[in-house]
């Protein structure tokens, strides 16, 4: 009964220290979560970019894996039988694993960002860092050599020139599956003839409404939050990883997104 009792008491003692060892990882790794969340949602995926670029899909498997897998894997190894030179290796082992998984996983948020929004003469398009030709980046105007860090820019396209060039945007397209969008030697600024030609393809909100009844609701919250009148407004289809509709004033600046396939 005594030794019993005795392996019960070393295996609750066991399990405790276990227990607040884990703990004390999951704390360090929930810190570091918080520290990359604002990165990630303040700088790479602001606003509504969470969503639209798939950043908060990605930022969820990345620090699910990593807040949970270090921590599980500490109260694994975690034993006071074996000594504190065991367990600092043990331990460093799995940190050195976490912080490899974590920044690999954050690079692939990275290069996942939204970098610019581009207007395409009848929709917009958000490319992210992945989709840019960056070998063109020098051929890019001078604003646009350099991939944002804090959010996509908003910019428009120059249509290719006849002759050698319109080929091989065609060719580019057809063979190698990347678009005047993601090549910056076309970005142009988004100036008031952008804007203006993004209106005059922009169409009302009442058709949104009328192929998504839902959005009524969102248009008015929209109406309110932007004390805008929503006949002013109107929309163009989005190209992103979630369905999306720009919502546009009436000078073709951009005031929101909104959660709807605008491709009908």
Known sequence: MGDGRQLSVHFLDNLQARAKAAGAHLLASCLIAGGIAALVFLLWYPGDYSTLAGGMELFLLVMTVDVVLGPLLTFAVFNRKKGMAHLRRDISI??????SALAYGVHTVFIARPVALVFEFDRFRVISSADVLESELPQALPEFRRLSLNGPETVALRRPEDGDEKSNAL???????????????FWIPYSATARAMAVAKARPLEDLVQKYPEAAHDISVLTKQKKADGASLSFLPVL???????????????????PYDGFF
């Open 94 to 99: 799995i940190v050195l694993l976490q912080m």
């Open 171 to 185: 060719a580019s397209a057809i063979f190698d599956g990347v678009d005047t969008g993601q090549r910056p030697k």
């Open 240 to 258: 992103a990883k979630n369905d999306a509709v720009a919502v546009l004033r009436e000078d073709g600046s951009l005031v929101t997104f909104l």
